[in-house]
Nanobody, 129 residues
Framework: QVQLVESGGGPVQAGGSLTLSCEAS????????MGWFRQAPEKDREAVAFIDTRRGSSAYADSVKGRFAISQGPAQNTINLRMSSLKPEDTAMYYC??????????????????????WGQGTQVTVSS
């Protein structure tokens, strides 16, 4: 298990940009499958972006592809989510997540929230039109 602390949320106008950061502490070596989920009011929680912090590979939801970018660093055990061309429909609570690799050494299906044992407290992003 790791402890996750998000930062960087806030209000922004449509078309603007915002960067979220997530600092992990604890057993970060084993929990190297990390990403971001979001949940808007009265909507289901959805996977937004994923990064394998050992291999460096990443993946994105179709709704954010080309607008959001997930990265690591510069501080150790930190991931970031750079959000550009924000839309009102991006308004949500954003959660940083971390999960363990499978016995075969791979990150399991990144869109399944059950594959993440550690969740941050969330940071609110509000995009106004």
């Amino acid at each position: 298990q790791v402890q996750l602390v998000e930062s960087g949320g806030g209000p922004v106008q449509a078309g603007g940009s915002l960067t979220l950061s997530c600092e992990a502490s604890g057993d970060t070596y084993r929990s190297s499958c990390m990403g971001w989920f979001r949940q808007a009011p009265e909507k289901d929680r959805e996977a937004v972006a994923f990064i394998d912090t050992r291999r460096g590979s990443s993946a994105y939801a179709d709704s954010v592809k080309g607008r959001f970018a997930i990265s690591q660093g510069p501080a150790q055990n930190t991931i970031n989510l750079r959000m550009s061309s924000l839309k009102p429909e991006d308004t949500a609570m954003y959660y940083c997540v971390a999960g363990m690799r499978s016995p075969g050494g791979y990150c399991p299906l990144w869109t399944n929230e059950r594959n993440y044992g550690s969740w941050g407290q969330g940071t609110q992003v509000t995009v106004s039109s």
